[in-house]
């Protein structure tokens, strides 16, 4: 498992403890919400993202992430730098897993506390977004007959 | 000069390689890597790119130095 | 347990599973989750309320829930047939917890599934809130020199 | 005719009581009852209150049926 975590930012809220990370390992949504509970929050906003089993009528029967690791690690840093500078947020979690996963399983988790409930919701909101635009990951669909590395849509493309 | 240039997900499986090396003149920028990668890997062009070098998206204009890591890869898909 | 299930509610969605539940078992928030999952869904957003330590400085040592449940349930259950008038979403679940929880405990998990995040975040938001408002459970605060039935501010005031 | 009147959280310690019963006269609101209930218990009167009818929010202007379950209950605070 790479695991980063981020020391000395700057925040109203003491007791920091974020963490970004990419792992194989299988993903526990709650668990990893628990981590980022600081005492003077009452509320975390998680979204947990996993796999489909159908997109338009096709169906998946399983998906391959991969991510250029440490480069998304670095994205995800500067992700929750912005999240951040946007929200008054108190804590946020985010942990990719990479490799096969089947239908159903958690691909990704975002997780944030904060003071007020409303924070929470955007940056969460806005991290998932974001993570899904910046964040050097990509995953492979497979089908009964194929299949497809997915590719998103991105301000970064020159081409 | 000697830079790496990585590949992931649809441009590894285009290229058919993980990584490779390039050999460019000093003065060169990380646009005139990524052309000439796309050159030689044609079947690159049909896909929308992206680049990176050492780790951070770039648009091309910066000079490599040598061991600089570049990459090429598609809009990413993670979440 | 008490717990119940809406069925025959109109969906986009086939394969619904909603529940609204109280009890005074702890709860999961990652499997509470797990159990708003249809396979057309890709997302879910969930909010986990749990007991703060400090609120204003105050420190708290231990909370106490109560409901009318009967009720409660049936406010539950009017909540989300509201919310699927107002959103895309494909599945709802809402828990409650009642008695006495420790810091850190959780209280309250809201789980919306949708085939769209936006819809998931924007219906998980404003349950908790409503949930807040006209659902009947009541909260105590107990701190080292008192305790306290919060009350809350509600539309519903007749006096 | 007689209704059944319950209290939660700071309205059953304010009573001292979880539930009374009420005599009433026919045709009587659930408003009469809420006020009597003030009435014999003044001490809710510093809380803001809510009031219920067989499960469902009350503004008090119900005709009360015998066997009707009231409550009275301050501002919600779950979550």
């Known amino acids: ?159 | 000069m000697k830079v790496q240039v990585l590949f992931f997900g649809a441009t590894a499986e285009a290229t058919g390689k993980r990584e490779i090396e390039v050999n460019m003149e000093n003065g060169a920028k990380t646009g005139d890597v990524f052309q000439r990668v796309i050159a030689n890997f044609p079947q690159l062009q049909k896909h929308t790119l992206l680049f990176a070098l050492n780790q951070e998206y770039s648009k091309g204009n910066e000079t490599i130095k040598n061991g600089d890591e570049l990459a090429i890869f598609t809009a990413v898909s993670g979440g």
Chains 1, 3 share one sequence.
């Open chain 1, 1 to 159: 498992m790479s695991e980063k975590k981020i020391e000395n930012r700057k925040s109203k809220i003491e007791d920091r403890r974020d963490f970004f990370e990419i792992t194989t390992d299988a993903l526990d949504a709650g668990a990893i919400a628990r981590r980022v509970v600081p005492k003077t929050c009452g509320a975390i906003v998680t979204l947990d993202g996993f796999v489909r089993q159908f997109t338009k009528k096709r169906e998946t029967l399983y998906l391959e992430y991969e991510a250029y690791e440490p480069m998304a690690l670095k994205e995800m840093e500067k992700l929750i730098a912005q999240a951040y500078e946007q929200f008054e947020i108190a804590n946020v979690g985010v942990v990719h897993r990479l490799g096969k996963m089947e239908i159903g399983e958690t691909s990704v988790v975002i997780s944030v506390a904060a003071p007020h409930r409303r924070s929470a919701f955007e940056a969460c909101e806005w991290l998932i977004k974001e993570l899904k635009r910046t964040v050097p990951i990509w995953k492979k669909e497979v089908y009964r007959d194929g299949e497809t590395w997915i590719e998103g849509e991105s301000q970064f493309a020159v081409n």
